[in-house]
């Protein structure tokens, strides 16, 4: 007997607590899936920006600074600076004394220009200084002590231009020059001779500048007058620190830099120092303000002053280095920054 066809009805959904259970357990393994994704592309994002900030140019100056002993070789240079400025002081001034004692107004500018320099570093009648502005000018020379004690001041200033010469060249990541080392001596003695004029012609411009003011001031306000003559130092002393900081990257160095290269990264040093030199007395006398260190305060000072100087002179050519090294320019070795992406891997 045939069967009558059944009509099929669907089935109805299995209840129960085990397919709530097999429910919940989807939907928290789908949510932990979306978290897990979701940290994973904020992960990527962070590594990115932080991948993306260490590419800026400012850190890719500080990552070569770095790499290359920046510090350690301020530190230096700041203790060759303290025995090479007392060198270069008498020295200077056992040379140029017998002149500046017939001219005391270009004698005072020569003072006030290398204070504005090296703040605290002469005493020119106030009592704030290391170094008596009279004992500079009475130096002798002119005899059997003075030319042997000469000769070895001369050598420690030298020291200095050596020193500097070989931190430049290991920012740009450059080797020793293979130039004769009685030529570059020879050299470095006309560097030193040339930065002494280059002092002497800026403080006559200077003095020249402050009685052209002096000239015009019966027409013009007192306190506008001391404002331009004030203007007209930091100027001179801007454009000097510039000429001074080009001779040391491409003269004393000796590092072929693209000029508008150069220009950038000397401008920006001069700026560095010129920030410095105007708050140098605040800064001078906070390292002094210790009543343990006063016997000895202007020393920490001054040790303090060149090592920031010296700072400021290395950042500077870092950020030469690495501008370079973006374009390609030939300067010569390795800055530890040729590949633009420093950041982490």
């Known amino acids: 007997?045939?069967?009558?066809?059944?009509d099929h009805q669907p089935a109805e959904p299995a209840t129960g607590p085990g397919t709530a259970a097999g429910k919940d357990g989807v939907a928290t393994v789908?949510?932990?899936?979306?978290?897990?994704?979701?940290?994973?592309?904020?992960?990527?994002?962070?590594?990115?920006?932080?991948?993306?900030?260490?590419?800026?140019r400012p850190m890719r100056v500080l990552h070569n600074y770095s790499l290359n002993r920046g510090p350690l070789l301020a530190a230096g240079l700041s203790f060759h600076s303290i025995f090479a400025a007392f060198a270069a002081l008498w020295l200077g001034f056992s040379i140029g004394g017998l002149v500046l004692q017939a001219q005391?107004?270009?004698?005072?500018?020569?003072?006030?220009f290398i204070n504005s320099a090296v703040p605290g570093l002469i005493d020119i009648g106030d009592g704030d200084g290391l170094v008596k502005a009279s004992a500079l000018l009475a130096a002798p020379v002119l005899s059997w002590t003075g030319a042997v004690a000469s000769v070895g001041l001369l050598l420690t200033a030298l020291g200095w231009l050596a020193a500097t010469r070989a931190a430049i060249r290991t920012i740009f990541g450059l080797p020793g020059p293979r130039t004769n080392p009685l030529i570059l001596r020879l050299q470095d003695v006309g560097h030193a001779f040339a930065f002494?004029?280059?002092?002497?012609?800026?403080?006559?411009?200077?003095?020249?500048?402050?009685?052209?003011?002096?000239?015009?001031?019966?027409?013009?306000?007192?306190?506008?007058?001391?404002?331009?003559?004030r203007g007209l130092g930091l100027v001179v002393m801007f454009l000097f620190d510039t000429v001074a900081l080009a001779s040391l990257f491409r003269v004393l160095a000796g590092i072929p830099i693209?000029?508008?290269?150069?220009?950038?990264?000397v401008l920006m040093g001069a700026t560095g120092l010129g920030v410095l030199k105007v708050l140098g007395s605040r800064l001078l006398v906070a390292s002094g303000s210790n009543p343990l260190l006063a016997s000895f305060a202007a020393i920490i000072g001054l040790m303090i002053w060149f090592n920031l100087i010296s700072q400021v002179i290395l950042m500077s050519a870092s950020w030469i280095a690495v501008g370079a090294s973006?374009?390609?320019?030939?300067?010569?070795?390795?800055?530890?920054?040729?590949?633009?992406?420093?950041?982490?891997?």
């Open 258 to 265: 693209p000029a508008r290269r150069l220009l950038g990264g």
């Open 1 to 6: 007997m045939a069967r009558e066809p059944r």
């Open 30 to 56: 789908g949510t932990a899936l979306t978290g897990a994704a979701s940290r994973s592309r904020l992960a990527t994002r962070a590594s990115g920006a932080v991948a993306a900030f260490h590419r800026l």
């Open 326 to 345: 973006d374009e390609g320019s030939s300067v010569g070795g390795r800055t530890g920054v040729d590949d633009r992406d420093t950041g982490p891997r």
């Open 196 to 229: 002494g004029l280059a002092v002497l012609v800026s403080a006559g411009l200077t003095l020249v500048g402050t009685r052209a003011l002096g000239t015009f001031g019966a027409y013009f306000h007192w306190s506008a007058t001391d404002l331009a003559a």
């Open 104 to 112: 005391p107004r270009l004698s005072n500018a020569v003072f006030e």
